[in-house]
């Protein structure tokens, strides 16, 4: 059976270097904060929202929740952010997506302030992500997966890696930053022929496409490494991935679980931002 890659004891550790970031931080005068806007009561919102505040509380960090009714009209909306970006307090800000149709995501993610934008919302974000440039805000969930790749000595120089899903939250970027680090890309998405053929020639699969347990041992060449970013509840109401973990993890080398996978990492490099921007702060 292949390694199963248990990543809370990683974010466990990127957590406590977090709060050392964030003490110093705090010596030098600057208390790091982070506004989470939600517009009405979705439920996985919630979830989210109470994940991140208790990390925010590991990690010493503020987090403030910014609540909207569910009617909010755009002027308002854009207010909101707009005193957000205006408040020197406030470090980072996430703006909980998808939002509701009538808030017009286009216009909203050109608002954010690019220095506070610690979820990569802002278009300015991204095309550093896609012109090469890491330095400054990563997506979260990609910029995850490249620290369980790190941490885990995982070889990506020259591999053929397969990233099943192409949004901008998670594909699109996830494929960029494995091209920089000397990958050889192939992306999918639903209008992919013989998906089956191409993931299997893959050396690393990293699946973000939202369909429980879709990927079967079939599409796994043997020894690969599966990366699974979704997050999803099966047919039983468990929490479960886009790989259908229990008949693929003896084909591989290297799998993560869901939950205690990709997950339990993308919070912390949530945080990992709002240290960054209270640092451009100072
Ligand atoms: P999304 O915006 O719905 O995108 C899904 C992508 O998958 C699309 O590009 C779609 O192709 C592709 N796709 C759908 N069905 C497919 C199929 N049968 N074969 C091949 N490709 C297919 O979803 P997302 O926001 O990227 O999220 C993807 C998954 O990751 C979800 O399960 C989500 O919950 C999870 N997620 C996890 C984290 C985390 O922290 N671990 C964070 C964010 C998201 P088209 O473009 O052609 O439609």
Known sequence: MGQVLDCRALAKEFLEKIKEESTKLKEQGINPQLAIVRVGNREDDIAYEKGILKNCEKADIIGKVHTCFPDIDMEDFIDTIQKLNNDSSVHGIIIFRP??????????????????????????????????????????????????????????????????????????PLAMMMLKEDATVTICHSKTENLKEVVSDADIVAAAIGKPKFIGKDFIKDNAVVIDVGINVD????????????????????????????????????????IKGAKMAL
């Open 235 to 274: 047919d039983n109401g468990k929490l479960c991935g886009d790989v259908d973990f229990e008949t693929v993890k003896d084909k591989t080398s290297l799998i993560t679980p869901v939950p205690g996978g990709v997950g339990s990492m993308t919070t912390a490099l949530l945080l990992k931002n709002v």
């Open 99 to 172: 939002l509701p149709k009538h808030l017009d995501e286009d216009i909203i993610k050109h608002i954010i302030d690019p220095n506070k934008d610690v979820d990569c919302m802002n278009p300015l974000n991204l095309a550093k992500v896609f012109e090469g440039d890491l330095d400054g805000y990563l997506p979260c969930t990609p910029a995850a997966v490249m620290e369980i790749i790190k941490h885990f000595n995982i070889e990506v120089k020259g591999k053929k890696v397969v990233v099943l899903g192409r949004s901008m939250v998670v594909g699109k």
